[in-house]
């Protein structure tokens, strides 16, 4: 068992590595002081939780390495009123730092059981301002676009059609592009007037957008 003293060295020690890969936002460094991304690992690896590395988790999907999420939020610069589309729901834990600094987040996965256990999650953090459903998060959400901001944590292999059509005048998408499953390039696309900008960030990894519903398992 840990004691307050370690929980705390250990909180310290988390924050320090994400400063240290980039992540200096006040706000997001604060929202992911406040969730604990402990609870959103589970079983084998959940004492890795506080290493900056990804993790398996249900469904042969994983939870992003924390200074990527830190740097994919940062990216993003959400504030208090906007409305975010998240595409890839996975564990929950990029949608609740996100329901930190937005007015609402909606999030789709095509695996039920993970929104199920991420929805599960929100309510128990008392979390009310995340809206989690299963689809196929390439369609976008038609019937809540256009989006202040959107956040794909899958890689495709261009910006999906879609989403660019839900992205407001304005508005910010933070997402991973790539053929390889190995490395992709996190790109910003930013929407003005005149269309879309695209910023090449840094190189990432994540699993592959997929289509249509997956096969709980
Ligand atoms: N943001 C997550 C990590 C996501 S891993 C977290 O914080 O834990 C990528 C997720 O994208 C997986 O859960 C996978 O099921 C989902 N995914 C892949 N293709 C998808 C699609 N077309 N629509 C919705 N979700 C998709």
């Known amino acids: ?10 909180q ?3 924050l320090f590595a994400l400063r240290s890969k980039g992540v200096t936002d006040q706000q997001v460094l604060a929202a992911m002081e406040k969730i604990d991304r402990g609870l959103f690992v589970r079983g084998l690896f959940a004492e890795r939780a506080y290493e900056d590395m990804p993790l398996p988790i249900a469904c042969g999907q994983t939870i992003s390495q924390p200074s990527v999420v830190g740097l994919m939020t940062q990216a993003l610069a959400v504030s208090p ?9 996975g564990s929950g834990y990029q949608a609740a730092i996100l329901s930190q600094l937005a007015r609402r987040v909606y999030t789709v996965d095509r695996h039920r ?8 999650l929100f309510a128990s953090l008392d979390i009310n301002n995340i809206i ?9 959400l038609p019937d809540q676009a256009p989006f202040d901001r959107i956040i794909v944590t899958a890689a495709a292999e ?9 992205l407001k005048i304005g ?6 592009v790539g053929r390889s499953d190995t490395v992709q390039s996190l790109i910003k696309v930013t929407r003005d007037e005149n269309g879309f900008d695209y910023d090449e960030l840094r190189p990432v990894r ?3 957008l997929l289509e249509g519903l997956g096969k709980d398992t």
């Open 171 to 176: 508005g910010i998408m933070v997402v991973p």
């Open 113 to 120: 059981r993970l929104v199920q256990e991420a929805s599960a």
């Open 206 to 208: 994540f699993v592959p």
């Open 12 to 14: 310290m020690r988390f």
């Open 132 to 140: 989690a459903m299963t689809s196929d998060g390439s369609f976008g």
């Open 1 to 10: 068992m840990s004691d307050s003293r370690d929980i705390a060295e250990r």
């Open 81 to 89: 009123r906007d409305k975010v589309l998240e595409v890839g729901t």
């Open 158 to 166: 261009d910006p999906p059609g879609p989403l660019l059509a839900q």
